[in-house]
């Protein structure tokens, strides 16, 4: 179960320089085909932070297409989790831990800011709670690495504010999610995962984690880690879920996502990207290829970031030239 406390800073073995905490917050202006994250990797026990905010309109297949990142990798490490301020002009506030957050940024060299609300609408989901999590123990479930098996959260909310970026202003009021992970976590590309979410209001919406894939140059979700959804304001564990998705490179432009949830309720969705990007600035290991998906469900329209997590050193031994010829 996930109380305040989980907000900040977890014990650890102050001797492992591998142990890492961190922070993701997506948000979005669907109007505008606007799409932002907020991420922190800190390392307390070396005292350095990773930080990168990134926002994109439309569709950008390379890095250089971008509208806006801002990655820092030598940032010094806060005391607190909980309420902080970074060299790279972010602050973040857990003003109802852990459900409600206050993030603010401003650009060191001018090009974007914004004010954020977090405002949870759901009870965080918690992976290691057996009461939420019915995949809990499943093989598949501790397959998924070492980085998310001491703790992580999901919890999903109301993000309203507004956001500044190259002289025009947004008002932002969407619904998306937050999580936070502690464990340790080395810096070594090997892994691959799939991460799904899809948000129609306070009252309904849903998160998928999957394994993936290459085979013969195309991604796969292969086997499902966990998930949840929120039906009606209540979190209820997701027991079986399956993601397809077309790829325009490596950029996704379309899914479908099938859940069923523990009380044996069907979810099913099909999505168009409006947004969408390659991120290789979230973590210097990893190459990530974002989505916003828009969604239509019972004469709803709901909106969610899908994002392919790559290790380098994952991509390079199914698509370099010298790991296909292995």
Not at 220 to 237: A, N, P
Not at 269 to 277: D, K
Not at 294 to 313: M, N, P, S
Request: proline share 4%; charged share 25%.
């Amino acid at each position: 179960m996930i109380t305040a406390a989980d907000a900040e800073f977890h014990e650890r073995d102050e001797s492992n320089p591998d142990w890492a905490e961190t922070r993701f917050m997506s948000f979005s202006v669907p109007e505008e085909q606007l799409f932002g994250n907020v991420y922190v990797l800190a390392r307390p026990n070396v005292g350095a932070v990773i930080s990168d905010i990134t926002v994109q309109r439309g569709i950008a297949l390379h890095p250089y297409e971008m509208d806006f990142h801002d990655p820092q990798m030598h940032l010094p490490c806060p005391d607190s989790f909980s309420k902080f301020t970074l060299r790279n002009g972010l602050s973040m506030e857990a003003v109802r831990a852990p459900y409600d957050y206050h993030y603010s940024y401003t650009h060191n060299l001018g090009s974007c800011s914004f004010e954020l609300d977090f405002t949870a609408v759901s009870e965080p989901f918690d992976c290691h709670d057996p009461d939420q999590n019915p995949k809990l123990g499943d093989a598949t479930f501790q397959g998924l690495g070492d980085q998310w098996l001491n703790g992580h959260y999901d919890v999903l909310g109301h993000v309203t504010g507004e956001l500044e970026l190259r002289g025009k202003r947004y008002t932002v009021d969407c619904y998306d999610g937050a999580d936070h992970s502690w464990g340790p976590r080395k810096e070594e590309g090997r892994r691959a995962i799939g991460w799904t979410a899809v948000a129609f209001g306070e009252d309904y919406g849903l998160h998928v984690v999957t394994a993936a894939d290459i085979r013969s140059g195309e991604v796969f979700y292969d086997d499902f880690r966990f998930g949840y959804v929120v039906d009606d304001g209540k979190t209820y564990g997701l027991v079986d879920a399956s993601v397809e998705a077309t790829r325009i490179e490596m950029i996704g432009v379309s899914n479908h996502v099938k859940a069923v949830d523990v009380r044996g309720k069907e979810h099913e969705f099909w999505g168009t990207a409006i947004a969408g990007h390659p991120q290789y600035t979230l973590n210097p290991c990893q190459g990530v290829f974002q989505s916003l998906y828009r969604y239509e469900h019972e004469g709803r329209v709901g909106y969610g970031e899908g994002a392919d997590c790559f290790g380098l050193d994952f991509l390079a031994e199914r698509l370099s030239s010298l790991g296909r010829k292995r």
